[in-house]
């Protein structure tokens, strides 16, 4: 008897330690720099073009490689592929910095790069003029405050322009988590383009272009909501079934947002916390690191509306300092 236990034991324990390594087999694989998105996976007709080009153009690829190694060398169980991968993730969010006027920086690991790109300090400084024309200046959180309309507004602007993978899904933690900020949506619906534009965006001529698409985007959206409202008071969308696109997701954020915002994760989750999840551990491990900016100050808001407050958490959710939110799906 004793025996048949050991030896079912030893199965058991061979055959957990093999679905392990191939998980990890598995997540190395998806990890391989030749799996990343061409053009930062930016979707199709976003006019995002001229600030990847000026983006490319201001990375000098000797200054990158010098980030890398150093940065292998501190971190001996990082791989070169998951730093392109990073890597891949920091430039998607250096064209943020290039349109929000208040940049969050939501993940460690993105956060880490950019840390060993100031390193660098000349390097950096030489790289941020030529990108933005002024120092892009890196503000640490110091408030371990949540923010989670913050997050919100981070995660809309970002579904509008990339593709969300697996990767981006783990690193960033997970998307659409809490609503939106219910001041910035009536914003959205009654103000004028221009207003909104200079309110809660950076505009120059080079990305006019971007900012006026993102602004029309979140009208659309608003307007899209309210027509559907009038059909269906819980509206109608489909679960996310892969990673990819996800603007479908973010016309959901913005009708439970603008509708049910108080009650938003409990009808939110149906459809955020959808096949995604599923590749993910559960409780976001991003945190809330700082913010970017040029050093002109401002910002765009970011707290709930009436008793909301900046650091409101939805329901069925659970606040933590990563801002990124936790709970189950």
Request: glycine residues 8%; aromatic residues 14%.
């Amino acid at each position: 008897m004793i025996v048949g236990i050991l030896a079912a034991g030893i199965i058991l324990g061979g055959l957990t330690a093999g679905a392990v390594y191939f998980s990890k087999k598995n997540d190395q694989s998806k990890l391989k720099k030749e799996n990343i998105p061409q053009r930062l996976g930016i979707l199709n007709d976003v006019p995002l073009d001229s600030l990847l080009t000026k983006l490319n153009t201001a990375l000098d690829d000797g200054y990158i490689n010098q980030v890398k190694q150093r940065l292998l060398e501190e971190n001996p169980k990082l791989t070169e592929d998951e730093f392109e991968w990073r890597l891949f993730e920091l430039k998607r969010y250096f064209l943020l910095t290039n349109i929000l006027k208040k940049a969050p920086m939501f993940s460690e690991k993105v956060d880490e790069v950019w840390h060993g790109m100031i390193l660098f300090t000349q390097k950096y400084q030489t790289f941020s003029k030529r990108y933005l024309g002024k120092m892009i200046h890196h503000t640490p959180n110091t408030s371990q405050r949540p923010e989670p309309q913050e997050r919100a507004f981070f995660d809309w602007v970002f579904s509008q322009l990339f593709t969300i993978t697996e990767f981006s899904w783990k690193t960033w933690g997970s998307f659409f988590r809490h609503p939106l900020d219910t001041v910035i949506l009536n914003d959205f619906r009654e103000q004028p383009k221009a207003w909104l534009m200079e309110k809660y965006f950076k505009v120059t001529e080079e990305n006019f272009e971007i900012v006026e698409y993102l602004v029309i985007q979140m009208k659309q959206q608003l307007l899209e909501a309210e027509r559907m409202q009038q059909k269906d008071k819980k509206g109608s969308f489909k679960k996310q079934e892969t990673f990819g696109e996800m603007t479908q997701l973010s016309m959901m954020m913005v009708f439970f947002s603008y509708y049910y915002f108080d009650d938003y994760w409990t009808y939110a989750k149906a459809y955020a916390g959808a096949e995604a999840s599923k590749y993910t551990s559960g409780c976001s491990t991003a945190v809330f690191c700082g913010f970017a900016s040029d050093g002109d100050g401002g910002g765009k808001g970011g707290h709930g509306h009436g008793d909301h407050g900046g650091s409101h958490c939805s329901s069925g959710s659970t606040c933590s300092s990563c801002g990124s939110g936790c709970g189950s799906s």
